[in-house]
């Protein structure tokens, strides 16, 4: 029996694959709970339909990723903070300020996707950080720590 999965399914496969499954797995166990759909003529249509219309929309969501990080990678990024003697800062700079200085520069990057390499940042300088833009694309910029 041939099963269209609509769920991950541990040891058997992961979502819109075409599973071969015994008949009473099938039909007691995976369609009743949701997990998966018989694999008709029809529904392999609307699969077959769904993956070229989700592969057009994934596209579309990486060219603007890539363009979001060609537009990070010509920029010069300063954090500006509060600091004391000898360059150390008040607090620490994290990829909540990081993600509202790149706000501020016209670039939305959720700051959940961001990770700076040396945190917690205390002194003043040069850092690294990388930003997660889509599955597919990774940018890793750098940014200053300047004082205010």
């Known amino acids: 029996m041939e099963i ?12 819109d694959d075409v ?23 029809s529904n392999r249509k609307v699969l077959a339909e769904n993956l070229k219309q989700r592969a057009f ?11 979001i990080a060609a537009k990070i990678n010509g920029m010069s990024i300063k954090v500006a903070t509060k600091a004391g003697e000898n360059g150390k800062i008040f607090g620490s700079v994290n990829t909540v300020m990081l993600a509202d200085v790149l706000k501020g520069l016209g670039v939305e990057v959720d700051r959940k996707n961001m990770k700076i390499k040396e945190e917690p940042i205390k002194q003043l300088g040069k850092y690294n950080a990388t930003a997660k833009l889509h599955k597919e694309v990774v940018v890793e910029f750098e940014f200053e720590v300047t004082e205010e």
């Open 57 to 67: 929309k994934e596209q579309k969501l990486k060219e603007e990723a890539n363009k």
């Open 4 to 15: 269209i999965l609509l769920q991950d399914v541990t040891n058997l496969g992961s979502k």
């Open 19 to 41: 599973v071969t499954v015994k008949p009473g797995y099938g039909r007691n166990f995976l369609i009743p709970t949701g997990k998966g759909l018989l694999a008709t003529e």
